[in-house]
């Protein structure tokens, strides 16, 4: 790191991970009277990385993540802090979770009265689910499977039956290999804390309560579970890429990289266009495997191979909208999920014209399908003419919907999510580490870290910037303009 002067910052990656990273470096460095430019590279000619809305003729399909959930507040406050407040829309009070059940969809119970009636669970399941606040807590802090967890807490049926096939449709993955300190790390500290996840949601609450009452602050306005914004989460980057100052650079990918201590500068990275950038820190915002090749030959074999070994499963979302007086009975639902003992070849289906209805005319019915995943990988390369005809025949037998679609919108993401295994969190500390020790000055950040929702995107790209500019002024004491 130079001892004087610009602090050159490379960011490799244009999804929101990236451009939150570029984002909050610029304004911390204002803040701090720290000097520096930021450039971001994106590989191809549009930003966002899995967030692809597209507006065509009056609809507003989403080919990635269709909103963020806001107990994570970290998306929330990010609009807010943008101006985006009068954008953000929350999805309807009314919609319903279904789960596919003998081939039609059975509401997901939500209270102790559906739980009792639910055909979802049988008598022992639901006298299972009954237990979980009094089942032990496991006294190893170790991480284990998200289903391990589960399956401890409340039992094989509710997590066969209801949270297999929703966290598959969610994470494309299997709840038995995923790490739960990745995916559910909430839960696993409820069960510590308070030795149960029923009770340790009510006496979150309740310190929730009690902290709001030593305040004196009113209680805040109820949030809905999700938001988006009306014109799409695509606002979103748009919005972040006007307020980076520093260079945003299409259809551009870094092909090599090179390191130099000796040189002023110590990092190359020659890009896909040809030219050469020199930098003092890079940041890599891009999927694990991608940094894996780039790291190939700078770093021990053993970095390279835990960065490429993380597993990412195939998607493709097709929407496809509907005359509304051509079908019978609109699904009335938020989303059917397809446990592993149904024969669709579905992952999921999204109701978004209950989610959100200002995604399309109101004469208009709007179903988004999810295809591939661990489930059946294959099935996310089919040709656009058999994903859709594909698609079609499961809407016909799961809704009954025989009409021919108005609008239709395939989004492939191949790879798709990735799918962190038990010890993930204890590896990528051990990888961060190595890294700081053979290349200095370069970090990480983005899904296949500690978390792939849009909010922890952005808490892990926010961390990582308190930890850079900690670094920057370590390395610099002089460097602040007072």
Same mark, same amino acid.
């Given at each position: ?37 930021? #450039? ?13 809305? @597209? ?85 190893? #802090? ?231 995943? @661990? ?108």
């Amino acid at each position: 790191m130079t001892a004087h002067g610009i602090q050159r910052i490379v960011v490799a990656g244009g999804g929101i991970s990236g451009l939150v990273t570029a984002y909050y470096l610029e304004k911390e460095a204002r803040q701090q009277g720290i000097t520096i430019h930021t #450039t971001v590279l994106e590989k191809v000619n549009v930003l966002g990385g899995k967030i692809a809305t @597209q507006q065509q003729e009056g609809f507003v399909f989403e080919g990635g993540p269709e909103s963020f959930v806001t107990r994570k507040p970290e998306a929330w406050e990010l609009c807010h802090e943008l101006g985006l407040q009068d954008q953000l829309v929350g999805t309807t009070s009314s919609g319903k979770n279904y789960v596919l059940h003998n081939g039609r969809p059975a509401i997901v119970p939500s209270g102790p009265g559906s739980f009792l009636s639910t055909p979802l669970l049988s008598a022992k399941g639901k006298l299972r689910l009954l237990k979980e606040p009094f089942v032990k807590p496991r006294t190893e #802090t170790s991480d284990e499977s998200l289903g391990s967890f589960l399956r401890r807490r409340v039992g094989d049926e509710m997590v066969d039956n209801i949270v297999k096939p929703a966290i598959g449709s969610v994470y494309l993955g299997n709840v038995d290999e995923m790490s739960v300190q990745v995916s559910f790390g909430r839960f696993a500290e409820m069960e510590q804390t308070h030795g149960s996840v029923v009770r340790g949601m009510f006496g979150l609450m309740k310190e929730k309560r009690a902290d709001r009452k030593a305040s004196g602050e009113p209680r805040p306005a109820k949030k809905p579970g999700f938001a988006t914004l009306k014109t799409g989460l695509m606002g979103l980057i748009e919005t972040l890429a006007d307020r980076i100052e520093g260079e945003i650079l299409l259809d551009t990918a870094v092909t090599h990289l090179h390191h130099d201590l000796t040189h002023t500068h110590p990092f190359t990275l020659s890009l896909s266009n040809g030219r050469a950038l020199r930098a003092d820190l890079v940041v890599l915002a891009i999927p694990t495997f991608v940094i894996a090749d780039l790291l190939d030959g700078l770093v021990e074999t053993a970095v390279i191979n835990d960065l490429r070994n993380i597993p990412y499963n195939p998607v493709t979302t097709v929407n496809l909208a509907f005359n509304r007086n051509k079908i019978n009975n609109p699904f009335d639902g938020f989303g059917v999920v397809v446990p592993d003992t149904e024969s669709s070849s579905l992952l999921a289906v999204e109701g978004m014209s209950v989610k959100f209805p200002h995604r399309a005319p109101n004469d208009q019915f709007v179903l988004r399908a999810f295809v591939g995943g @661990q489930k059946h990988p294959a099935l996310a390369s089919l040709s656009e003419h058999e994903l859709i005809a594909l698609v079609r025949q499961e809407l016909e037998q799961i809704f009954d919907i025989t009409a021919n679609p108005t609008q239709i919108h395939v989004q492939r993401w191949l790879p798709a999510n990735p799918q962190p295994p038990v010890g993930h969190l204890a590896m990528i500390a051990q990888v961060e580490q190595k890294l700081a020790e053979q290349l200095p000055q370069l970090y990480l950040t983005g899904a296949g870290l500690r978390g792939q929702g849009i909010p922890d995107c952005i808490r892990q790209s926010r961390n990582l910037v308190k930890q850079i500019m900690a670094n920057i002024a370590e390395y610099n004491p002089l460097q602040r303009n007072f």
